[in-house]
């Protein structure tokens, strides 16, 4: 998981994608491959928000919902 991570984190900062920001989210959220970052998480989502991918929404409106 650890080299998904890298990928995410490469193609996010490189190409700005939305989808990448969103995993790269989803790992920090969850803990795969990289330890449990709430902060990080949520900065993540909301790049991915800034850009309009929908699942990134969910995630974020999801981790409010939860506290977090």
């Known amino acids: 998981m650890k080299r998904a991570v890298e990928y995410f984190r490469k193609c996010a900062e490189e190409t700005d994608n939305p989808i990448a920001w969103n995993n790269l989210g989803t790992c920090y959220n ?12 949520v900065e ?25």
């Open 30 to 41: 969850r803990g795969e491959g990289v330890e449990v970052d709430v902060k990080k998480a």
């Open 44 to 68: 993540c989502y909301e790049k991915a928000v800034s850009k309009g991918f929908p699942g990134a929404y969910c995630n974020l409106g999801l981790m409010y919902v939860h506290g977090d």
